[in-house]
């Protein structure tokens, strides 16, 4: 038997050199020992006894500096050097907006990605025969693989469907910021992808008016882009508000003199807007008389564009880390 251990050590010792132990028990024979050979036997004994002890005693030793070794490595300690972690650009962007919003009383609601077609389209007025529930718009679930069956099961394909279902689960006030994917049917290039993040905003109660809706998002775009930055709404058409309007920022890369980003024009437009349609406030059961609100949706890339200058929207979902490295400050 070979000792591994202090333990395995201890129980050899006793086998060996205890009180009974097979070496000392030869010590009690050694009376039974002819008179002329005890001298020599006495002398194997004694030799056998100290050999037994001295091995002992240097696998002890040995045993013990390994045990001290293995106690001052430190098991939990995580190699080095620690390279520093990243926030993705998105994420960054985006949760700075719900944190401005938070700041006058919006609170986050979140909806599924995988919808059906009364929450992403029906309830939010748009006609039946509405183009963006076209196959090139929208990405339908097959219901059985490769079969292409009709389906109202679809990737939304804006976050306003979350509206539809804060709306039918809560009762106003309504004030909510809805972040989120969307999918959308497109070629992917740098202006384009198949999938990319909006935030919808919702607010409902009594006596809301437009110029509501104008103040909070005067109030997110200097709180975003700085206390000079200007604002204009320009009418605009979208099934689930009335009216509509698109609003522009006073173009933050030239300050509104006009560049190439903005085209000359001074403005660069950011979002969507408008006051929620009695028709979408009925469909989710809101009584349209005696409430009114506003909706406004915006592309989380696009204001990423605007605050980091990223102009290919492929980078933000191919991981490359000499991209993701430039966030490590934020
Ligand atoms: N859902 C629109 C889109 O994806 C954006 C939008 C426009 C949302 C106007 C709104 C709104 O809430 O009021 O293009």
């Known amino acids: 038997m070979k000792a591994q251990n202090l333990e395995e050590l201890e129980a050899l010792r006793i086998k060996y050199l205890s009180k009974k132990g ?9 009376r039974n020992v002819p008179n002329e050979q005890k001298r020599e036997i006495g002398q194997l004994l004694n030799e056998l006894k100290t050999a037994a002890a001295d091995r002992l005693q240097e696998m002890k030793e040995v045993f013990e500096a390994q045990k001290a070794d293995a106690e001052k490595l430190d098991l939990t300690r995580t190699p080095d050097p620690i390279p520093m972690g990243t926030r993705h650009p998105l994420s960054l962007v985006r949760e700075e907006i719900v944190d401005i919003f938070s700041h006058i009383g919006f609170t986050v ?6 919808e059906d077609d009364k929450h992403v389209y029906g309830m939010l007025n748009f006609a039946p025969e509405h183009p963006a529930r076209d196959m090139q ?4 679930i097959e219901k059985e693989v490769g079969v292409q069956k009709p389906t109202d099961v679809l990737l939304r394909s804006h ?8 709306m039918t689960s809560q009762k106003p006030p309504i004030r909510v910021l809805c972040p989120g994917r969307v999918y959308r049917n497109e070629a992917i290039s740098a202006r384009a992808h ?3 993040h909006q935030v919808e905003g919702l607010y409902i109660d ?6 509501d ?16 930055t200007k604002i204009r709404l320009r009418p605009s058409y979208f099934p689930f508000t009335e009216p509509s309007a698109e609003m522009d920022i006073s173009c933050n890369i ?19 807007c408008g006051m929620v349609d009695p028709n979408v406030l009925e469909s989710c059961g809101i009584d349209s008389k005696e409430y009114t609100g506003f909706a406004f949706g915006m592309g989380v890339e696009r204001i990423t564009n605007l605050k980091y200058r990223v102009k290919d929207l492929r980078l933000f979902s191919e991981n490359d880390i000499r991209f993701l490295q430039q966030f490590e400050s934020c």
């Open 109 to 114: 609601a979140e909806g599924p990605e995988v």
């Open 206 to 211: 009594k006596d809301v008016s437009f110029a």
């Open 213 to 228: 809706l104008r103040q909070v998002l005067l109030y997110f775009a200097r709180e975003m882009f700085g206390a000079d």
């Open 254 to 272: 030239c300050g509104g003199t006009g560049c190439s980003f903005c085209k000359g024009t001074g403005w660069v437009e950011i979002l969507g």
């Open 137 to 140: 718009d929208t990405f339908f």
């Open 194 to 196: 198949c999938f990319f």
């Open 159 to 166: 976050t306003s469907s979350v509206q539809t279902r804060v």
């Open 22 to 30: 097979e070496i000392t028990s030869l010590f009690s024979d050694f």
